[in-house]
């Protein structure tokens, strides 16, 4: 693949995640005022990058679907801003709790049942 189909592709997944990102947060209706769209967002994206550790073998497609369209689909910063919006340190220590080890759960998950 060429410097410029890289670069084309890279950034066309990474859109594409960004978008859904979007979406998954905008229309998810909140089920609790814990739980939002960027929770939601994290966790799959962990499951994602475990299947995709597994399952590709192209380096150049690892860093466009891993790096471009999973990076675009999850968002650390935002993480962040919502889990200080809490008001409470224990509730926001929870929720990062949470996210991290419920990520870390389903990457571990993803590689072991070879989705």
Do not use: D
């Not at 991290?100 to 070879?114: D, K, Q, S």
Request: hydrophobic share 55%; aromatic share 20%; charged share 5%.
């Amino acid at each position: 693949m060429n410097f410029f189909n890289f670069y084309l592709y890279f950034c066309l997944a990474a859109g594409l995640g960004a978008v859904i990102r979007y979406l998954v947060i905008s229309f998810m209706p909140r089920i609790t005022n814990f739980f939002t769209g960027v929770f939601y967002v994290n966790i799959i994206g962990a499951f994602l990058m475990g299947v995709l550790s597994v399952n590709m073998n192209s380096n150049v497609w690892h860093i466009i679907i891993g790096t471009g369209f999973i990076g675009g689909l999850t968002t650390f910063s935002t993480m962040m801003t919502q889990g200080e919006q809490f008001n409470s340190f224990k509730r926001s220590m929870v929720y990062f709790a949470l996210t991290l080890v419920l990520g870390i759960f389903l990457f571990i998950v993803a590689i072991h049942i070879h989705v």
